[in-house]
């Protein structure tokens, strides 16, 4: 039976090779070429390279979204119109010619709002199971912006594609073992910038190629927003002081500078006692000081802008979730009810503590500042992202421990945790304790690194500090 579903599969890529293959075929026309677009003109051939990554690299994709289904399918249809988007736009840029810079805003209307709603799709489902799915799609969409850059646009998409990595990997790390259909999403999304650079290298290395004897750029479509209108013109110049005017006050300054040392006689002696930075009582009594050179901007607090209204705090369990989220000074967070196929999440929040009793699938913590965790038991991964000063205790083993984009991380480890791996990337001011008897010896994580190429690859090791 395994036999026969692999012939099936390599069936199944044969046709989709040949199908590809066509569209090379002189006067062949791809599914999304002018005929569907209502223009009769010849397609540009790099607009048929584009249909070759739609229906290859992207059609796949959307294949095995909709295998593993729910939040993945519905995304996958949002980032299907986006490159739907993007044709539709590469073939307005094949007939004709660049427009003005303010112009290319309206032009990229349409694809940005789809963007924008894959951005908002994760927003949306944040408590999703799959949310690392959603987070690999959104944090590489924007590759698509590729058409604005220049004069590289193709390092641009790789730098998408290694923000996308950073979470296929934790994909990759949760369902290797246990579900090889996410592996085939991560190979097939993965593959679609892949594609993507190499198209852009082909066709548009310096940038996007406009057609320079094409026709003008187009009006904009009804559903488009009207370019904003200019500012209104400068108001009348201010009245100037005569010249006589000026004269006379640059006369009376220098002979003030002239007077030297009696320059001093008209100031007052000012008592220790009324003193404001020996009295700090002083300080409350005199206000605050509005400086007369610049215009004053009430606080964030003041009665003109009204303080942004505080999001609810949870801590639930939601389906194998655990969400702890938008807690403020809470130092008695327990969740004690921790099983293996659970995992936790812990959100914005600040100067608290949590602590996980029991073993527990993998714990991650993100966009938190101040924060504690004390744990038992993980068998996967602690990943700490985006946040400042946190500090981690591990009471019994975990074997990974992440570090990502984050400010002041102390993990304590336990005897049987020695052997975690500890990965970090873009943190600072990391370092790991190590039991020494009743106390805790403290290493630092290196953050500088030196690289050589010893002449076949390139070797990279911590930089020792000299001096």
Known sequence: M??????????????????????????ARSPGSDAMNGD????????????MVLMGAVADYVKHSNIIG????QHAEVFKAAFDAQRTFLMMACKHQQPLENEMGVLLKPMSDKMQAIQDFREKNRGSKLFNH?????????ALGWVAVTPKPGPFVKEMNDAATFYTNRVLKEFKESDRRHVEWVKSFLRIWTELQAYIKEYHITGLSWNKSGLATPGMSPGACPLVPPPPPPGPPPLLQ??????????QLFAQLNQGEGITRGLRHVADDQKTHKNPNLRWQSGQVI?????YAGSPTSPMSPPQQPRTPLLELEGKKWRVEYQENERSLVISEAELKHVAYVYKCNNSMVKIQG???SITIDSCKKLGLVFENVVGIVEIINSRNVEVQVMGKVPTISINKTEGCHIYLSEESLGCEIISAKSSEMNILIPRGEDYKEYPVPEQFKTTWDG????????????
């Open 291 to 295: 400086s007369p050179s610049k215009t």
């Open 40 to 51: 009769n003109g010849d397609v540009a051939p790099y607009v048929e390279a584009f249909d």
């Open 70 to 73: 729910d939040d993945v399918a």
């Open 2 to 27: 395994a036999e026969l579903e692999d012939l099936v599969e390599r069936l199944e890529k044969s046709v989709e090779r040949l199908e590809l293959a066509s569209l090379k075929v002189p006067g």
């Open 242 to 251: 005569s010249e006589t005017a000026t004269d006379e006050g640059r006369s």
């Open 134 to 142: 959603l987070s690999a799609v959104s944090e590489s969409v924007a």
């Open 456 to 467: 076949t690859k390139l070797c990279t090791e911590a930089a020792e500090n000299v001096g």
């Open 359 to 361: 073993k527990i699938n």
